[in-house]
């Protein structure tokens, strides 16, 4: 009952006319005034952020915000994987043998998120991870590792919440929200699918690298909302390193896990 009441309150939310205001109130100059009471909320620290309070022009400019150089180290064994963003770990685990892997007990299917059931073929009983970010997180997308795009596309019309409600309650918001897919060949000539996934009715992922090459740690795009990315590894390609726990906090350039 409770998943149904919410499916249809958010339904009813969700459509151009409300991503339209969002996007207009979020970016309008008046905004600004608006960052004291959001950071105060979110206890953000703008010590680590590369501008001032007062030198931002809107609530989207602080929310797309970047950081000081040095405010995020990036692990670089050329062998390991580093966390693509400041986020919390939503899930983590291997991908069953049917494709699918599960988030807070809700199926996901790879030929629904991939939109190709050729592709999700490739990720069969390999491993996945799930990273959210919260409206208080940094939400610019940086590389994981070192690779070579294969291909880029976008899958999806609308983005429904990835909170824990959306999670909880939603219509597998993860595998049809607007979504962008990017698809790598990394050392080894393993493949790794790396899918970042709108929220909160907003399909808004700006790609800032449109190279075909990818280096660990680099600035790849952003979010302008609170999001999700989704990576996926091919069988036996990875192991999670110790510090991956479902439901802690894991910063932008942290090893979260080593190619085997």
Known sequence: MKEKLYQRL???????????????????KWSKRIIPSYMK???????????????????????????????RPIEQNPTTYVSPVDAK??????????MTFHVKGKPYALHDLLGNAERATQYADGHFIVFYLSPADYHRIHSPIDGEVLRQYTLGQKSYPVNQLGLTYGKKPISHNY???????VANNQQIAFIKVGATFVNSIMLTNTTTQWHKGEEVGYFSF???????????????TENVVQGSPIRMGEAFANML
């Open 10 to 28: 958010i339904e009813l939310t969700n459509g151009k006319q409300s991503s339209h205001l969002l996007q207009s109130i979020a970016k309008a």
């Open 89 to 98: 770990v939503e899930s983590f685990g291997r991908i069953e043998w049917d």
């Open 179 to 185: 979504r962008s897919v990017t698809e790598l060949k």
């Open 226 to 240: 609170g999001s999700t990315v989704v990576m996926l590894f091919e069988k036996g390609a990875i192991e999670f």
């Open 41 to 71: 909320v979110y206890d953000i620290n703008l010590e680590e952020v590369s501008k001032k309070q007062q030198q931002f022009s809107s609530l989207h400019d602080f929310f797309t915000r970047e950081l000081l150089e040095d405010a």
